[in-house]
């Protein structure tokens, strides 16, 4: 990873940063020896269900029981953030798309809301910024929606990672993007970043890369 020609570029004019996902701090910190179910109190497992609260967008830790209960119904207020990462083996972006959204840094994540909606967001050492570029275009365009249509509505997100020579894509567990956002904003050091949060950030990548299935393009056929 070339992370010494990397430019970062961050702005503080008012109105660009969103306000942070609320759960960021809580799996930025060393996690409890024993977690409990947040909705029971049961104990759990080090592997157990991670659910979205919808309305609040915090992410609480639950057993089974619980997560087929509060996650069963039409409507229900939680919804079940999926375990599965999958690799996608083919170039999500163009260089000329990725470079028309003027996006501050060569790594972003995609979320798709309950309507189909797409919003861009970057890791940043002030936690997660949503991109206030016009989105119209990505929305509207066919090829990028068919790349992106797999995705899990509010739960899953695609993680784009081109610093340096990388150019990595992986539709992951919404989970994963606040654990990418908590490396950035807790290992982040003057203006360059430093070595640990590159670090960091290329260990995160390569835990994607050992859990992941690949996904393949589709064969178009005439």
């Keep these: 990873m070339n992370v010494e020609n990397q430019e970062m570029k961050f702005t503080q004019s ?4 969103a306000e942070e996902f609320s759960a960021l701090r809580r799996f930025a910190q060393a996690r409890p020896q024993v977690e409990r179910c947040e909705l029971c109190g049961a104990a759990l497992d080090e592997m157990h269900q ?7 967008r915090q992410i609480a830790c639950s057993c089974d029981g619980c997560a087929i209960v509060f996650c069963g119904q039409q409507g229900a207020k939680f919804l079940r953030i999926p375990r599965r990462i999958r690799r996608v083996d083919a170039q999500t972006f163009t260089d ?68 340096g020579d990388e150019n990595l894509s992986f539709i992951s567990p919404l989970d994963e993007c606040y654990r990418l956002v908590g490396i950035v904003k807790t290992k982040w050091r003057g203006l360059s970043g430093g070595a640990d949060v590159w670090a960091g950030i290329h260990e995160f990548f390569e835990h994607l890369e050992a ?12």
Excluded: C
Aim: proline fraction near 5%; avoid cysteine.
């Design 14 to 17: 008012a109105g660009q940063q």
């Design 96 to 163: 000329l798309e990725w470079e028309a959204m003027t996006l501050p840094i060569n790594l972003a994540f995609f979320l798709r809301d309950a309507k189909g909606r797409m919003t861009a967001m970057y890791p940043s050492p002030a936690g997660a910024i949503e991109s206030q570029i016009d989105l119209d275009a990505l929305n509207s365009d066919h090829a990028i929606r068919a790349r992106l249509q797999t995705l899990e509505p509010e739960v899953e997100a695609l993680i784009v990672n081109r610093i």
């Design 50 to 56: 991670h659910l979205l609260d919808r309305k609040s």
């Design 211 to 222: 859990h992941a299935v690949e996904i393949k393009p589709q064969v178009q056929h005439a």
